[in-house]
């Protein structure tokens, strides 16, 4: 699961991403990319371009492996056989996704060990909604279904990028993603239709989650940073406000559906320009979180090392002095 | 041969032994998500804790038909002294060592029950064994490739399986605790026994262990952690099932 806009540029000027590239292949590049073609790892590319995918995937990869906690202590409190061996199977398909996210990070030269001492000092980013704690079995319904039904706005749209390695293992993710969202949407119905407390308890979850939700997408247009080069080489594959509005679009009505409500007075879709209206969201939050601010942020972030500490003696009992790294290269 | 009483009361000890072995296994084996040394070994781990918990679920229907409650009501409303799981597979996951030794010496021994279940006479769960036979050679075959290479790995990976082998021998051999129906399941051609399976387990790991270069204490001087089977279990059974059941226990008549 992973959500747009965590795209940075180092506050530099959009024009300086290409200043020291040779025109002519710069040239070749964009045109094999407005052509539709994909760019595979042995090929040229812009530094900036490297730069930002590694980034991106290695982000989104941090994304999988970090949002299997919140969901994971959930494993052991699912009730009843039916959403245990669902949930267990749905957190075991994110923890593959991020190993072959890394996989397809490596490809451009950086290995998923370094990718994961960035994570764990702190370097790196991932999605911002898994700093928030999933408190009830609710928050899991919930996360199941609506942050990966933004997981799949997000990662469908990207998967028709131009980066060949990234679009492949998205395409076999978003799969995945589809049946973590029917589970999801079942979950949500069940507690939806269920008794008063199980109506409550999901209604909370929904309340708690809302804006953590609206942050998914990332900052609004009017706030984030220009991004019109990484757009044009197919990196950022749509505006953090379209994707949102996409997603209201799909999921709000269907919310409404269950008899629930989302607390936001002024959520609704404006008939005119097709378009949803809704109260900003805080935004400031959004970027106390990703700095690390977030209720959960140093939990996620502890438990990460832990296991990384843990799992060291392994490690080094697997690697073969004589064996030499090598990047994969699809 | 018609089934008496005591043959019925025989042959549903014995599913629920291998069903609670089966669920709090994969319940423990589950708590790896996220959390393994390896991402693979994290998947690894959630994939066969799926299909352990899986396969209770296949025994709890059977006990379902033999008159039992349905297996949500089996699974999540007992008490730990109402448990016939073994001592070990209830421990907390501890570190990788002790669960990957954990994971061999349970898998082979289940592997072995299958094995000699696929010719009881009670059908339904011959149908069941024939199908798990196949699903668990993955697991041993899992285990055997990750006790052979951290063997193999260093001084500190083997020492720390080596260790992990002494102390859970004994919780090992508790798994072969006696029922009090075992005449009675063997005259009845349901079950040849935990003593034959507890024969065969030994022939099976011990010269496995060794053939990777590890000792195995000896079981003919091991006392075996028992009490598991009969409801005496440590002190990490009962809060692993309150865990479980939270949400369960909100309200057991729901729908979840
Ligand atoms: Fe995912
Ligand atoms: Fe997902």
Known sequence: MYGNGYIE??????????????????????????????????????????????????????????????????????????????????????????????????????????????????????????????????????IAWLIDAGAIVNQLANSKGSYGPYCRALERICAEESFHLKYGHDNVVFLATGTPVQRAMVQDALNRWWEPIMHFFGPSDKESIHTETLMRWKVKMGSNDDMR????????????????????????????????????????????????NGPCNKERLAVRRKAEENGRWVRKALMKPEEKYVNPLA | MEFTDKHVQGLKDLLYKMADDLLILGHRNS???GLGPILEEDIAFSSMAQDKVGQSLAIYEILNQLGESDPDTVA??????????????????????????????????????????????????????????????????????????????????????????????????????PSDFEAELQEAGIFDGEFVLREKWLNKVVPLLESFGYSVPDATTTIPEFGGRKGQHTEYLQPLLDEMTEVFAIDPGADW
Not at chain 1, 258 to 265: A, E, H, K, N, Y
Not at chain 1, 279 to 292: A, L, Y
Not at chain 2, 106 to 125: C, G, K, N, Q, S
Request: with cysteine; aromatic share 10%.
């Open chain 1, 245 to 292: 509005n996409m997603f209201l679009d799909m999921y709000v009505p269907k919310i409404w559906d269950l008899g629930l409500t989302l607390p936001d007075p002024n959520l609704h879709k404006n008939e005119e320009t097709g378009r949803w209206e809704y109260t900003e969201p805080n935004w400031e939050v959004f970027k106390q979180v990703i700095n690390g």
């Open chain 2, 31 to 33: 708590e790896w998500t």
């Open chain 1, 9 to 142: 540029n180092d506050g530099k000027p959009v024009n300086s991403l290409t200043v020291n590239e040779d025109p002519i292949k710069l040239a070749a590049f964009e045109a094999r990319i407005a052509a539709g073609d994909k760019i595979e790892p042995q090929d040229w590319m812009p530094a900036e371009y490297k730069k930002q995918l590694i980034r991106m995937m290695e982000q989104h990869a941090h994304s999988e492996i970090i949002g299997a906690l919140p969901e994971g202590t959930w494993i052991t409190r699912a009730p009843g056989f039916r959403r245990k061996l669902a949930l267990m199977a749905k957190v075991q398909d994110e923890i593959g996704h991020g190993q072959l996210l890394y996989s397809a990070a490596e490809t451009l030269g950086k290995s998923r060990e370094q990718m994961t001492n960035d994570l764990i000092n702190g370097k790196s980013k991932y999605s911002n909604v898994f700093n928030y704690p999933a408190k009830t079995w609710a928050d899991s319904a919930v």
């Open chain 2, 76 to 177: 999540f409303t007992r008490n730990a002294n109402q448990f016939h799981c073994s001592k070990l597979v209830e421990l907390p996951i501890g570190e990788y060592d002790f669960s990957l030794v954990r994971h061999f010496f349970y898998d082979h021994a289940d592997a072995i029950r299958f094995e000699m279940l696929a010719t009881t006479v009670v059908e339904p769960l011959q149908m069941v064994a024939k199908k798990f036979k196949g699903e668990i050679k993955y697991h041993t075959m899992h285990a055997d490739v990750w006790m052979k290479q951290l063997a193999e790995g260093s001084d500190e990976s083997k020492m720390r399986i080596q260790n992990a082998i002494n102390e859970t021998f004994a919780l090992a051999l508790g798994m072969f605790e």
